[in-house]
């Protein structure tokens, strides 16, 4: 089992800077693709970004490109989610998942944490 608790999330102005991180215990971190997701009330959860485990490749949606980046620390079992330039759009509930292969579809993420929410005012 792999328990991933993310953290970081909070209220910030449009325009602003947020940096998530996802802390994971309970497996080999540096063997996983890890992955950030949202969702916003009524919405789907969304892909937002991934990382391979072996590579490094990243791969982000298209509405953060640009904007927010996803790096690892595999010595601290730590993903990280910097958020620049933040807008209204971006409010939602942010996940951490961990997976055997990286993707953009949740199903293929076998852990998640709990999430952090975010919200950005105008």
């Known amino acids: 089992q792999v328990q991933l608790v993310e953290s970081g999330g909070g209220l910030v102005q449009a325009g602003g800077s947020l940096r998530l991180s996802c802390l994971a215990s309970?497996?080999?971190?540096?063997?996983?693709?890890m992955g950030w997701f949202r969702q916003a009330p009524g919405k789907e959860r969304e892909f937002v970004a991934a990382?391979?485990?072996?590579?490094?490749?990243?791969d982000y949606a298209d509405s953060v490109k640009g904007r927010f980046t996803i790096s690892r620390d595999n010595a601290k079992n730590t993903v990280y989610l910097q958020m620049n330039r933040l807008n209204p759009e971006n409010s939602a509930v942010y996940y951490c998942?961990?997976?055997?292969?990286?993707?953009?579809?949740?199903?293929?993420?076998?852990?998640w944490g709990q999430g952090t929410q975010v919200t950005v005012s105008s």
């Open positions: 998942a961990a997976g055997q292969l990286t993707g953009r579809d949740p199903r293929g993420y076998n852990y």
């Open positions: 990382m391979t485990s072996r590579s490094g490749r990243t």
């Open positions: 309970g497996g080999t971190f540096s063997r996983y693709a």
